[in-house]
Structure formats: structure tokens, C-alpha cells
């Protein structure tokens, strides 16, 4: 059984460069830790694709590929560069004053990733006053390969819901809540994001998504609780505190 397009389905890979052998992406904690490219601000779980959409893309080359699999399959993709990051264009190598940096002319490095122009490059050389930027992507010309195990096919509403919200929402997993009723569901944001930069951004995606790959749905509520804490606090403060007599005390 091979994906339709517009399916979603989740999987774990581990990317790396076919002639270095180096590894820069995965889907999995333990890998990042073992490889040395772990970050801690980042949400290791399976990756959510949309086969064939723009919703939630791949690379072309591993998009084809994986729209060829089923649940439970395990492989290696090679993504050549015409599918993948794209050819190296000498056009995109650029050489600018180093001055033009400002104040970051004496904290850069090669090999940093910087913007300039409101255009992001990787530092490929210094000297003589002149930076050169290299404007193409860091793999650009690179054949990727993927290990790739295809975890699963979401195929019901619910399984939806719950896929697109675990992607969406930067909350662990089991503060995601929603309920599924008929034609409508009811999702609960959680309390720590409540006043998160973005949080309208994200819930106006959400929306979007559901309503796509769930088209039988017609409400998408969004419940916020705020509470009190001063109410709270106090409401502690006034609670007395409950003494526990001893055997004798309560004999006497």
C-alpha cells in the first residue's frame, strides 16, 4: 500500500551528507546526543508530512520516495541535489567589506551563518578587509541520505487533530488536550503559552490544517483558562494548617 497524495504520516530519519559520511538532522533525541548536534530548545518526535503538500514538506526527493512506502517500512533515501537542496551557483558567492559587518566585523568566524542584506550566508572566508559570504544553501550540490522508518499513517480525525497539534504546539506532549465530538472539536491551550509571542500565529494555523485534513469538521474552538494566582495564594495563606495529635494526645 503506497500514500495517496495529501496523506499524513509520521516518521523518524536521520540525515546526513553522502561524501562526509556528516550527520545534521534527526528526528531523534538520542541520535542528536550521540552525533553532537543535540539542542535543547529543540522538540525531538516524529516528523509530521503531508505527502505531495506544502503543509508540511520534505524534500522533493524524499517526498517521491516516501509516497512509495508503507507503515512499518525502514529505508535508506539518497536525495540528489536536483531533488534535494539544489546545485551550487557561483552566482551566490559574494565578497563584501568587512566594515559592512559593523559591529559583528571583529565577532564573526568562518563558517558562521550570518544575514546581511536581509539575506542569510555562511561566512567562507577573511582577510584583507573583505568577508566573502556564501549565499547558497550549506548543502547545496550535497547528496542527502536518509534513514528513514515510517512510524505510521494518520488516517482518522482523531489521529489528525493530535498529529498537527503535537507539531504545532512547542508543549510537551501530554499537555496537548482537545476533544472530538461530532463536527467539532475543542482543543485546550495549554496555561504555559497562553501569553507566548505567536500564539494567534499558531492558532491560526492550527485552524488552517485541521480544516484541510479534516474536511467533515465545521468548528475549531479554542479554549483558554487564565487564572487567578493571587486569588490562589491567598486562598493558601488562609487554609489552616492541620495538626496531627499523637496517640497520647488523643487518649487524654
Known amino acids: ?17 553522502k561524501d562526509t559520511e556528516e550527520i545534521f538532522d534527526t528526528t531523534i533525541e538520542e541520535d542528536a546526543k550521540k552525533h553532537s ?3 535543547e530548545n529543540v522538540k525531538y518526535q516524529p516528523k509530521l508530512v503531508s505527502i505531495g ?11 517521491e520516495a516516501l509516497a512509495k512506502t508503507s507503515a512499518g517500512d525502514k529505508l535508506t533515501v539518497e536525495v540528489t541535489p536536483d531533488k534535494g537542496f539544489g546545485e551550487r551557483d557561483s552566482g551566490k558567492v559574494r565578497m563584501i567589506p568587512l566594515r559592512k559587518l559593523g559591529e559583528d566585523a571583529e565577532k564573526v568566524s568562518v563558517g558562521d551563518t550570518i544575514e546581511v542584506d ?16 556564501d549565499y547558497n544553501h550549506r ?28 507539531n504545532r504546539l512547542p508543549v510537551e506532549d501530554t499537555k496537548i488536550s482537545f476533544i472530538l465530538k461530532d463536527k ?24 488552517l490544517d485541521i480544516f484541510k485534513f479534516v474536511p467533515t469538521l465545521e468548528k ?31 487518649t487524654a
Do not use: C, W
Not at 500500500?1 to 551528507?17: H, N, P, R, W
Not at 572566508?125 to 573583505?130: A, C, L, N, Q, V
Open 118 to 133: 536581509n539575506k542569510r550566508g555562511i561566512i567562507r572566508f577573511i582577510g584583507s578587509g573583505r568577508v566573502q559570504i
Open 37 to 39: 548536534i543535540y539542542e
Open 220 to 250: 475549531v474552538n479554542f479554549i483558554e483558562t487564565h487564572i487567578n494566582k493571587q486569588t490562589q495564594e491567598k486562598k493558601v495563606e488562609k487554609t489552616p494548617e492541620k495538626i496531627e495529635k499523637t496517640p497520647e494526645q488523643k
Open 1 to 17: 500500500m503506497t500514500f495517496d497524495k495529501g496523506s499524513l504520516i509520521l516518521v523518524d530519519y536521520t540525515a546526513k551528507v
Open 53 to 63: 503538500e506544502v503543509s508540511y514538506p520534505v524534500l522533493k526527493g524524499l517526498d
Open 139 to 166: 548543502y547545496a550540490g550535497k547528496t542527502i541520505l536518509f534513514d528513514v522508518n515510517v512510524i505510521k499513517s494518520l488516517d482518522s480525525p482523531n489521529d489528525k487533530i493530535d498529529g498537527i497539534l503535537k
Open 184 to 207: 467539532e472539536v475543542n482543543i485546550t491551550i495549554p496555561e504555559e503559552i497562553l501569553r507566548a509571542d505567536g500564539l494567534q500565529i499558531m492558532k491560526h494555523f492550527i485552524q
